[in-house]
């Protein structure tokens, strides 16, 4: 068992044998949470206790969890292979107590974990404590705890201000002290020991004493104006960096040199050839074995690259390790080579990264892929830009070449302003983010809504009944009007709140004296929030009676899309790969939108056969029931888990079929119809690509497949009536057809040709000899410019030394001209097509180019065409004595 392994392990089994539930990671994505890109710290997915929004059936937890952090304030994107411990992916170990344990416990456990179990030195750990503030009293019960029950020395205890010792949420917000725990790397680590005067210490700049495990003692509510107020419940939250924590144990100089690193360091060295080093000759190194940890982890929980939001920030992480792979001579792919070595150093405790490593390295490699094309074209035009600011004497890169290299050749902001540095430029980042926003202005569509946190609707809680209830009898929880739009809270609701896919129910709840048209209904921790128009009457008070009514057509609609989602997705685990898995849908009365992970296009004939399952399993009109399992238990026993989501600890789950044989067995929140029959037909509309090894079938069922099917006959009858098929195969007539279409445009090109040699025989038989070569011309008077190519063409072939212009007007109030030079002229008299036809043009009052052996131009005045083709052999003839 490997040290990491191991370490992950204590850290559980010390605190499950301590009455603390084990809570698997969540998924870096953070769902519910419209605030954060990413997971960022160990804490997220239990924000919404905090905050009085949301329980656990558990007062004990413990967990490692999964964090990204490569935006807003917390970003180590840039330090990341500069420095020898920044990532951009960081595992946190914590412990959690929800109203349950105080700081007894925590102060005692951290250290007995420490000392006794991971048998690290005390004599290299101190503590700190919050000084206090005029609201907060200094925190001497956390100090006289470490004094009393750890045997810690008194001068290793000290008290700092609120900027390391006061955690917040936000501005708003839950708040308490904190206590941690520090640890002396020893004197190696200080990079400022040969500064004179210099002094190690505890929150110091010198990076020997480092902050190990942080306790969050959650006490206080922080309101807008600033005060603090006593929470209900008093909370415990605890994080310790896993990767920290393992060097210290392992006694090495860097998180790069312990056991999660150096297996994937050791392999890029084999793919380079290139030895690692703890200077600047490894940044390379260090730069792609945190990116790819990143990566894959982020692919595994159904991130996808693309140019927005968390999938730019994915594609900017990527090809900036592509970039820094060409400073060890990695020019061709190389990252997705790192994806299986690391499965094997994570696997054990994220196994989703073994389930889907194809897709991981199958997206990693199209990504590197697709960025090594694009990278030639942005570095000529980077290098244009450059040389033209030296020329200049210039030392920053506008906002607009910074923009295009990002919009057209994929550079990231970052991988400009690396490559800027380099050649000591800069790059006018207002300008650049101007662009920026712009294109996210055009880009963006409808926007969601995305419910505030209110002191107001704080602790609140609704239950839905949605699942056997179109309408119910309720109360009135909380009422809250933003201009035009009211936003209800209910004790119960029917209203499916928009998850998992399955888009939110509408319809209306009424009052004794007023009804809110239901628009959109949202999930916020336990809460359910109803938001619409106040159609008639007063708002309602708390309390007030209600009736929730949902639009059962659009909800029985949904059904029939939802349950159509699983049975696709068990068709194409049939048809494809039992390793297939969704990656993102959309759910909405008229139709479904499913991604999958897939490499290449599917064929019309297996989009038939997965539309033929599909039907099949709907006509088998299988049973579709819904039980509660544990999660665990669930996944033990083949219930498929979609794609990036996140689960509790109790979970539904919705099968297809018996008991004894189940076509389809998926975790999942939604609602589905009784049985499949209730579908009654499913047709697929397209299939396309979403981004590298992610494809994309849409498609509709019920009543609005039937019309789909209803207009194909209803336009096939209408070929047929223009065919004249009727009785006989359509497909059959319009070949016969085509062939004949065909034979006939063929016969037409023959005559054509023989037209255009027939002209260009004439034009040469009347062309004047010049100084060695022949020069022709002609005003054509109704002549297209395709047919005035075609002749030119048999010019060029019929002689190698002659120089023609033809012209004609091609439609009222504009003409065309088109000149030929043959290729001998073009060698030895340097004649081109392109002058000459410009030169021509400006006669007419027009103008035109194009390359030397045929070029056009255009005139706005067609009547002077005649003084072109007039003038021509005076062209020739000038052009002739300039040469």
């Not at 998924?27 to 997220?44: S, W």
């Not at 190696?188 to 020997?208: P, T």
């Not at 302003?417 to 712009?438: Q, S």
Request: glycine share 8%; proline share 3%; net charge negative.
């Amino acid at each position: 068992m490997s040290k990491s392994i191991k370490l992950r392990n204590q850290f559980i089994d010390y605190f499950r044998a301590r009455g603390h539930t084990h809570v698997h990671s969540a998924p870096v994505i953070p769902f519910e949470d419209p605030t954060l890109l990413f997971i960022n710290a160990g804490m997220n997915q239990f924000k919404d206790v905090f905050l009085e929004q949301g329980s656990r059936p558990y007062t004990r937890a413990v967990d490692y969890q999964k964090c990204i952090r490569v935006s807003g304030k917390h970003n180590d994107l840039e330090e990341v292979g500069r420095s020898p411990n920044h990532h951009t992916f960081f595992e946190m170990l914590g412990n959690w107590s929800f109203g349950d344990y105080y700081k007894k416990e925590s102060i005692e456990w951290a250290w007995d974990l420490l000392v006794n179990v991971l048998k690290i030195d005390p004599k290299r750990l101190y503590a700190t404590v919050y000084k206090g503030d005029n609201q907060v009293t200094p925190d001497d019960e956390a100090r006289n705890i470490w004094l009393e029950l750890t045997g810690i020395k008194d001068d290793r205890v000290s008290y700092h201000d609120a900027k390391d010792n006061f955690w917040e949420m936000g501005e708003v917000g839950p708040c308490g002290p904190c206590t941690e725990i520090h640890y002396d790397l020893g004197a190696k680590a200080c990079q400022k020991r040969h500064v004179d005067g210099h002094i190690c210490k505890v929150n110091g700049d010198c990076g020997r004493i480092v902050e190990l495990w942080n306790l969050v003692f959650i006490q206080y509510r922080r309101d807008a104006s600033g005060k603090l107020h006593n929470l209900p419940r008093k909370h415990v939250d605890t994080g310790a960096g896993f990767e920290r924590l393992l060097r210290v144990i392992e006694g090495v100089d860097s998180n790069y040199e312990t056991s999660l690193f150096t297996p994937l360091i050791s392999e890029l060295e084999v793919i380079s050839g290139v030895k690692y080093s703890s200077g600047d000759v490894g940044i390379p190194h260090r730069v792609a074995v945190d990116h790819v940890r990143t990566l894959s982890i982020a692919l595994a929980d159904g991130v996808l690259p693309s140019n927005d939001g968390r999938g730019y920030v994915m594609r900017r992480i990527l090809r900036r390790a592509a970039r820094y792979g060409r400073e060890i001579g990695l020019e061709n792919p190389y990252l997705y080579k790192l994806v299986e070595p690391l499965i094997e150093i994570m696997g054990s405790a994220y196994p989703e990264l073994a389930e889907r490593k194809d897709h991981i390295i199958g997206v990693i490699k199209s990504e590197e892929e697709s960025f090594s094309r694009t990278l030639g074209r942005g570095l000529v035009l980077f290098g244009g830009i450059t040389d033209k600011l030296h020329k200049e004497k210039g030392a920053v890169i506008s906002g607009d070449d910074a923009f295009k290299l990002y919009d057209t050749y994929g550079f990231p902001l970052d991988l400009t302003e690396l490559m800027a540095r380099e050649r000591n430029l800069t790059i006018d980042n207002e300008r650049f983010n101007k662009l920026m926003e712009e294109q996210r202005f055009r880009a963006r569509g409808e926007e969601k809504f995305a419910a505030i946190d209110d002191e107001m609707t704080v602790g609140l809680k609704s239950e839905f009944e949605g699942y056997n209830n179109d309408s119910i009898k309720t109360k009135v929880a909380s009422v809250k009007q933003n201009n035009d739009r009211l936003e209800l809270i209910l004790e119960k609701t029917p209203f499916y709140a928009e998850a998992g896919g399955q888009i939110a129910d509408h319809g209306r709840i009424q009052w004794e004296n007023g009804a809110l048209n239901v628009e959109n209904v949202v999930s916020v921790g336990d809460r359910i929030i109803h938001v619409g128009q106040l159609v008639e009457g007063v708002l309602p008070k708390i309390d007030a009676e209600v009736i929730a009514i949902i639009d059962q057509n659009r909800r029985l609609a949904i059904k029939y899309n939802h349950t159509s989602t699983h049975l696709l997705h068990t068709a194409l685990r049939k048809h494809l790969s039992k390793n297939t898995s969704q990656m993102g849908s959309l759910v909405a009365p008229d139709r479904l939108r499913f991604d999958f992970n897939h490499t290449e296009k599917l064929s019309s004939d297996m989009l038939f056969n997965i539309e033929d399952t599909v039907n099949e399993a709907i006509r088998h009109n299988y049973k579709v029931s819904t039980n509660e399992m544990e999660y665990k238990e669930a996944i033990k026993s083949g219930v498929i888990a979609l794609f990036g989501e996140k689960y509790g600890e109790e979970v539904r789950v919705v099968q297809i079929g018996s008991d004894d044989e189940p076509y389809s067995r998926e975790l999942c929140g939604g609602t589905h119809v009784d049985s499949t029959g209730q579908i009654g037909l499913f047709r697929i509309i397209s299939e396309s690509a979403v981004s590298a090894g992610v494809r994309r079938i849409e498609a509709v069922t019920g009543e609005y497949a039937l019309k789909l099917t209803q207009n194909e006959k209803r336009k096939l009858n209408q070929i047929e009536d223009l065919l004249g098929s009727h009785g006989s195969d359509p497909v059959e007539k319009l070949s016969k057809t085509l062939e004949e279409k065909h034979s006939v445009e063929k016969e037409n090109e023959r005559l054509l040709m023989g037209w255009a040699k027939g002209v260009a025989v004439e034009m040469l038989s009347e062309a004047n000899e010049m100084n060695n070569l022949r020069v022709a011309s002609r005003l054509f008077t109704d002549v297209s410019v395709d047919r005035m190519k075609m002749i030119g063409d048999q010019i060029r072939i019929a002689d190698s030394r002659v120089v023609a212009l033809l012209a004609a007007p091609v439609s009222k109030g504009a003409g065309q001209l088109c000149c030929v030079v043959g290729d001998s002229l073009i060698v030895e008299k340097k004649l081109k097509a392109g002058d000459l036809v410009s030169k021509a043009a400006r006669l007419a009052g027009g103008g035109g180019g194009g390359r030397p052996h045929m070029a056009t131009a255009g005139t706005k005045s067609p009547e002077k065409l005649s003084i072109a083709v007039d003038g021509f052999e005076e062209i020739v003839k000038k052009t002739l004595e300039v040469e």
